[in-house]
């Protein structure tokens, strides 16, 4: 129960010894005075997002994305909208069969049986050839790390109609959205590392950075994974190396190399598989990449690497040589993993 006398204490307020500074998005996790936030202060924003920059002083909006019930809809157009030619009142519904995903094609049609009047239109705005309702849906569920199962599910909890199939979601997140991802990670870090070479203070570039890489599942199973450097400096993203020893499309046409189609398609295609190995080797194929290209693409060079405690990285690292052999990048020991060994040493 604890001494009761503690109860009528006041706990002592502890000033922060930096005070946050608030941004316009919402986020308060940069401290006043720090020029390099890091990841965690670079967030997409509030729940407003670009949504509130449309709004008036008046309070009123004319663009973006609501959900709406059709029921109190079609209520206030059938109550409401008479037909132009005779007058009379007008009906609405949804047809479902030309809708596509989340864009659906609503119907208004005159009551009078003499009268031809219609018009039709999709409740969303079309670039190119997909609506722009379905490529921010399939974004927005990438972006928290979903897939189109939790769509689906999603479209059910609401009472939705079904949402775009499994193959138009994987065709607008390869086709449309991925190219313009990897132009805006390119970019964000070729702008990072330009800030870096700024901080180094030398015209070599020479900095250090953190390596460290992940799997798609645990286990050292993986058929995928990806490396990262980030900068010492600044606490941002240099470069990234995905791997992988699996092609789906490979497997699918083993199976048919007697189709007739099988050249044309062994012709156009583009081989996912970019290791060969083990996954445990991933790390480290993927960190004498980042090294071997860092003068080329980013304009630095690592002469210091933090990594995980694993030495077979840094060995690797160094056995290719990526700066001759005059500049040989050092290896720093990171506190965490030191501290962990020792603690599973002194607890065995």
């Known amino acids: 129960m604890g001494n009761p006398r503690n109860k009528k204490r ?26 390099n936030p890091g990841p965690s202060g670079m967030k997409i924003g509030d729940v407003s997002g670009v949504f509130r920059d449309n709004i008036s002083h008046t309070g009123r909006v004319q663009e973006g994305t609501v959900f709406m019930d059709l029921f109190i809809l079609f209520g206030v157009f059938n109550e409401i909208l008479k037909c132009p030619e005779c007058g ?49 849906a399939v974004l927005a569920f990438r972006e928290i790390g979903r897939g189109h199962n939790s769509m689906v599910t999603f479209t059910k909890v609401m ?63 993986s058929h995928n994974g990806v490396v990262t450097a980030i900068s010492l400096t600044t606490k941002k993203c240099l470069d990234v190396e995905v791997l992988s020893d699996k092609c789906k499309a490979c497997q699918k046409w083993k199976k048919k190399q007697n189709d007739p189609k099988y050249e044309e398609w062994k012709a156009n295609h583009i081989c996912k598989i970019n290791h060969v190995g083990s996954a445990n080797g991933m790390e480290a194929a993927g960190a004498v990449r980042i090294f071997n290209r860092s003068s080329s693409t980013r304009g630095l060079v690592y002469t210091e690497m933090l990594g995980d405690g694993d030495s077979s ?23 965490g993993h030191v501290q962990k060994r020792v603690g599973s040493r002194l607890r065995s």
Request: aromatic content about 6%.
């Open 313 to 335: 990285t840094h060995n690797s690292v160094v056995e290719s040589k990526p700066y001759g052999d005059d500049c040989v990048p050092r290896k720093l020991e990171c506190i």
């Open 10 to 35: 006041k706990r002592a307020r502890i000033p922060p010894s930096k005070k946050a500074k608030k941004f316009k998005d919402g986020g308060q996790n940069v401290v006043e005075g720090d020029q």
């Open 159 to 221: 009472n939705m109609p079904p949402p775009p199939t499994c193959q138009n979601f994987t065709k607008t997140q390869i086709k449309k959205l991925l190219p313009v991802v990897k132009q805006l990670a390119n970019d964000s870090m070729v702008n990072n590392a330009m800030n870096v070479k700024e901080a180094c203070g030398n015209d070599r570039g020479e900095c250090g950075i953190s390596i460290d890489g992940t799997w798609q599942r645990r286990g050292h199973v």
């Open 88 to 136: 009379d009142s007008m009906t609405s519904h949804v047809d479902m069969r030309k809708k596509n995903g989340f864009s659906h094609y609503i119907v208004l049609q005159c009551c009078n049986t003499e009268c031809e009047w219609k018009y039709c239109f999709h409740t969303s705005k079309k670039q190119g050839p997909s609506y722009e309702v379905n490529v921010r």
